[in-house]
Nanobody, 121 residues
Framework: QVQLVESGGGLVHPGGSLRLSCVGSGFVFSSYAMGWYRQAPGKERELVAGIGSHDVRRMYADSVKGRFTISRDNAKKTVYLQMNTLSAEDTAVYYC??????????????WGQGTQVTVSS
């Protein structure tokens, strides 16, 4: 059974930083692409960042390019999302997701329970 457990969310001031973590279990973590989605109130869930199984290929939504960095540690079965220069527009519930395969272009299935990120002064 696939389990994805996110952590690291919280309240941060505009311009601040947070690092989200997601531990995966129930599957061969190193064989699958991983991603981070987010969903703000009243908006659809959007893909924020994705990383291939071998930590070579990465993708970012235009709204976070240059501010967010996705990375993974296959030995720890963990994927991270480093978020810098946060603004109120980044306020959302952030979800970790497992890819259909090692390539994030194939899409994602299985989401965690989410972690709330609130950017406010």
């Amino acid at each position: 059974q696939v389990q994805l457990v996110e952590s690291g969310g919280g309240l941060v001031h505009p311009g601040g930083s947070l690092r989200l973590s997601c531990v995966g279990s129930g599957f061969v973590f190193s064989s699958y692409a991983m991603g981070w989605y987010r969903q703000a109130p009243g908006k659809e869930r959007e893909l924020v960042a994705g990383i291939g199984s071998h930590d070579v290929r990465r993708m970012y939504a235009d709204s976070v390019k240059g501010r967010f960095t996705i990375s993974r540690d296959n030995a720890k079965k963990t994927v991270y999302l480093q978020m810098n220069t946060l603004s109120a527009e980044d306020t959302a519930v952030y979800y970790c997701s497992k890819g259909l395969s090692g390539d994030y272009l194939r899409g994602f299935v299985s989401w965690g329970q989410g972690t709330q990120v609130t950017v406010s002064s």
